[in-house]
Every structure is written in C-alpha cells, then in structure tokens.
C-alpha cells in the first residue's frame, strides 16, 4: 500500500467506529478521548458543520451507508442552528457547503440542497453593498469587519449561482474577492486576519488582531484560509488574479512550513518561545496546494503536490492518532494563539481527511 492507501485505510477503520458511537453528536473537540458535543453548547458554533461533512466525505470515498446515515442525521440536528436567525454569521459556508452541499452534489437530495441554499441566502444578507465585503461575526461596533476566513465561506455562494443560474450570488462573492485581495493579501504573501472598513464607505480603516499575534503578523490557519479560497475563487470564476494570489499566498506558506518540519506554527511570526504549532493549519493548507496543483498546467504542479504530501506525511507521523482510546484524530490543533492550544479540533479531522481523499484521486470537484 502506498502512503494515501494507508492513511485512507485507517481513516476508514477509525471513522467506521465514531460515525457509530458519535452518531448523536456534532463533536468540537474531545474530552478524555470522547468527542463532545458542540451543540450542547453552542448550536451555531461555527465548526458544526465539519462532522456531517467528514461523512459525507468518506461516503463519497468508500460509498459505506452509515457514513451517509450519520452525515444526514448530523445535518438534522444542525437544523435547529439553520432555523435560528439568531446566531447566524459568515460561517454558513463552512456549516452547510460542506456538509449538506456536498451531500446534494453526490447524492442529488432535495433535502440537502434546500439547507445549502437557506445558507446562500443568509449569507447574502450580509453582504455590505457599497463597502462590497460580507461581513464578519455580529455585534455592535463591528458593521466594518471583514476576516480573510470568508474566502472560504463564498463557495457557498459560487455554488448557488451553479446551481440556480442567478448570478447575484457569484457577483457578490467576486466582489468581496476582490476587496480581499486588495487589502488582506499583503505584497510577500501573508494575510491580515481582520480588516476593519469603514461600514458606510468601505473604505479601508485598519487591520485588528484575530487569533493570531498582532495585526501585522502572520496567523497561520488565516494564510490557509487564503491559499484554499483563492485557488477555489480561481476554479469558479477563471479570474486569473485569484489564482495568482493563492499561489503567492502558497508560495508564502511552503517557506514557512519548510523551516519548521512542515508543521505549521500557529503563527509564522509568533515569538520563538512559547513555541505553538496548529496542525490545523497545515491540514487545510494541504487541501488548498491540491487544489492549486489540479489548476495549475502540468509543468507547474510538482512543488504543489509535493508540498502537500510532506505536510500530510508529516501530520500523520507527528500528530495523528490512530488508537480507538481517542475518538479525534489529529493532534496539536490550535484555536488561537492565546487560547485552546494543542488539542483536537473537528476541522483538523476534517481537512486531513480531505488531503488523503485528494491523493487517492477522488472527486474533489463536488466538495466545496
Ligand atoms: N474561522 C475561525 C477559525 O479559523 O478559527
């Protein structure tokens, strides 16, 4: 077997159990060795999502019915959180493109495709019009937030234009890209995680800080976030400029992870001690390199593929564990420089095994 072959295998052995024994719940995290269960605490978390969309994934992987089972009882328990307007924010792409999107584009469920497009419509209620961003989180005082995560919300919104032919929502997804790329992608690559705008005139105020460091550092699951949705901004819309930006922001990334044994520091530019790895976000970086690697021509794609297979070999050696004493998978995620450091995430499950289904040559097209 070769490498994927063998992560995929004990991918399958591992989620075979939990898709049974964490049946009931939307796991954040675990606790000694248990996953828990988000939305007892919070049912609009924004990772809720993650847990119903690493079944589909390995549905659309191994064709198992209890992955699709466990996928489809997760979405109905996420319903609660579709169907309260309070505590709705930008994450409805990660929370329903995902998960119910994906289970729609395989399977063609009528069902699923009425949670991605409610999300598709939330999400463009966010949209600043003149300002030309979605914005991020609620609350007062932060009308003008934008975060650089969102890039990875707007495939909601590319894929809803597929999907009814109005081209409102691809508009507004292009529109905030393109904002994003002006003001959050710096000149080296690396990101700003919160831009502050003016709400009224979207003009460019200031850079705040996120989960990172500062606001002129360098969060490193923010830089993925850039790199992944940029390259699928590029895949739906064949702007040149996108492509070339998630292939900056890539190029940024390899540096960084290279000097580090390709684990990813929660922070490229965090102080030397403590030293803070996320795990995180080298998963979902690799995820984003694949994608590159399929746009790019053929001549381009060896630094992104190989990139990817050594954060991926490198994850599974130094931070996976395989054991059935621990329901998550990988280790040594990090929610925030200042908080939740080196613990198991669901979205670290989730993008390693998305890296692994990409080397195994499945159909990456229908996931976001
Ligand atoms: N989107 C929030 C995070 O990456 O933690």
């Known amino acids: 077997m070769n490498f994927a072959e063998e992560c995929w295998s004990k991918l399958d052995t591992k989620l075979s159990r939990t898709a049974v024994s964490s049946y009931d719940k939307l796991p954040y995290t675990t606790q000694n060795g248990v996953h828990n269960d988000m939305m007892k605490k919070n049912k609009s978390w924004w990772t809720n999502g993650f847990w119903p969309a690493l079944m589909v994934l390995m549905y659309a992987g191994t064709k ?14 996420l319903d609660s959180a579709l169907y309260t307007y309070n505590g709705l924010h930008h994450d409805v ?47 007062d005082n932060t009308e003008g937030w934008a975060i650089i995560d ?41 990101c ?35 790199l992944y949705g940029f390259a699928l901004s590029y895949r739906y819309t064949k702007k ?6 998630a292939k900056r922001i890539a ?17 490229f530019r965090q102080p030397s001690e403590p030293v803070i790895y ?29 990139a990817a297979v050594n954060i991926l ?16 998978i990988l280790q040594l995620g990090t929610g925030a420089y200042n908080s939740e450091i080196h613990i198991p995430i669901i979205y670290g499950d989730y993008f390693f095994a998305e890296g692994i289904y990409r080397l195994m040559g499945f159909d990456a097209g229908m996931l976001w």
């Open 240 to 245: 040149p400029e996108y492509l070339a930006t």
């Open 278 to 306: 996320d795990s995180t976000a080298a998963a979902c970086a690799a995820c984003g390199l694949l994608e590159i690697e399929r746009l790019v021509p053929e001549c381009e794609r060896k630094i992104y593929y190989d």
């Open 93 to 139: 792409g990660f929370m329903w493109n995902i998960s119910a999107g994906a289970d729609y584009r395989i399977t063609g469920d009528q069902e699923e495709r009425n949670r991605f497009m409610i999300a598709a419509n939330h999400m463009m209620g966010r949209f600043n019009c003149d300002g030309e961003f979605f914005r991020a989180w609620n609350g």
């Open 192 to 226: 700003n995680h919160i831009n502050e705008y003016n709400h009224i005139t979207g003009e460019f105020i200031k850079a705040h800080t996120g989960q990172g460091v500062a606001p002129n550092s360098s969060w490193s699951r923010g830089q993925a976030w850039g």
């Open 150 to 190: 969102c890039m990875m919300n707007i495939p909601l919104l590319y894929r809803a234009t597929e999907e009814t032919g109005d081209p409102r929502f691809a508009m507004a997804a292009i529109k905030h890209a393109d904002k994003t790329m002006k003001y959050h992608v710096r000149p080296d690559g690396s």
């Open 64 to 77: 198992k019915e209890q992955y699709l089972k466990t996928a489809r009882h997760g979405m109905e328990l």
């Open 251 to 267: 190029h940024y990334f390899i540096a960084n992870v290279q000097s580090t044994g390709w684990l990813s520091l929660c922070d």
């Open 313 to 328: 070999k490198t994850l599974n050696e130094r931070c996976c564990d395989w054991s059935h004493d621990e329901d998550s």
